[in-house]
Nanobody, 122 residues
């Protein structure tokens, strides 16, 4: 089990950028796949992307390809979601999650952070 805390959310204008952080404690962080998900009001939680324990493998949802980048620094026990060219429809609560064998579905992750709000508005 690993404990996760997201940070870095806030208010940003369309076309702007934010970097979210996911700080982990407990367990061996490099053994965990880290996934990012988001949930807008009235919508189901949806997959954003994931990164392998080593950082060598990444996968992204089609709607963020070319705009978002996931990275990690295992020495700091932290994963990141860099979001560029933000759109109004990116407004959501963003969550990080971790599991030894995570993927694109919520039920593949055993540990979740509390979420951080991202609001894109002019």
């Amino acid at each position: 089990q690993v404990q996760l805390v997201e940070s870095g959310g806030g208010l940003v204008q369309p076309g702007g950028s934010l970097r979210l952080s996911c700080a982990a404690s407990g367990g061996t962080f490099s053994n965990y796949v880290v996934g990012w998900f988001r949930q807008a009001p009235g919508k189901e939680r949806e997959f954003v992307g994931y990164i392998s324990g080593s950082g060598l493998t990444q996968s992204y949802a089609n709607f963020v390809k070319g705009r978002f980048t996931i990275s990690r620094d295992n020495a700091l026990n932290t994963a990141y979601l860099q979001m560029n060219s933000l759109k109004f429809e990116d407004t959501a609560v963003y969550y990080c999650a971790a599991d030894a064998r995570g993927g694109v579905e919520e039920d593949e992750y055993g540990d979740w952070g509390q979420g951080t709000q991202v609001t894109v508005s002019s």
